[in-house]
């Protein structure tokens, strides 16, 4: 069974700068696909960034879009979220999630992935 464990989360000033880690174990062939989700209190858990892993097509939420990059490292077996220009909004816990089954797309939708992490707390002071 694969485990998803989260990284990086902190307090940032707005305007500054955050790299999130989510590093898979526990699993030897790599995910289809692979998002970041974000919950802030009193919100629903919301889309932020996919990533097909084989061709590493990309998508992102409107919110974030030209802020924040997501990428992988397939040695590693470890995604990234590199969030920069963080606004007060942005704050919130972050989770990643992985999908082994088929799809060609990188996928918004939270049924479409396997597997969650623990979540990592980012919070931005304005």
């Known amino acids: 069974q694969v485990q998803l464990v989260e990284s990086g989360g902190g307090l940032v000033q707005a305007g500054g700068s955050l790299r999130l880690s989510c590093a898979a174990s526990g699993r030897t062939s790599s995910p289809n696909g692979v998002g970041w989700f974000r919950q802030a209190p009193g919100k629903e858990r919301e889309f932020v960034a996919a990533?097909?892993?084989?061709?590493?097509?990309?998508y992102y939420a409107d919110s974030v879009k030209g802020r924040f990059t997501i990428s992988r490292d397939d040695v590693k077996n470890t995604v990234y979220l590199q969030m920069n220009s963080l606004k007060p909004e942005d704050a919130a816990v972050y989770y990643c999630?992985?999908?082994?089954?088929?799809?060609?797309?990188?996928?918004?939708?939270?049924?479409?992935?396997?597997?969650w992490g623990q979540g990592t707390q980012v919070t931005v002071s304005s």
């Open positions: 990533l097909t892993w084989n061709r590493g097509r990309t």
């Open positions: 999630a992985a999908r082994f089954r088929p799809l060609a797309f990188a996928s918004s939708q939270q049924a479409d992935y396997d597997a």
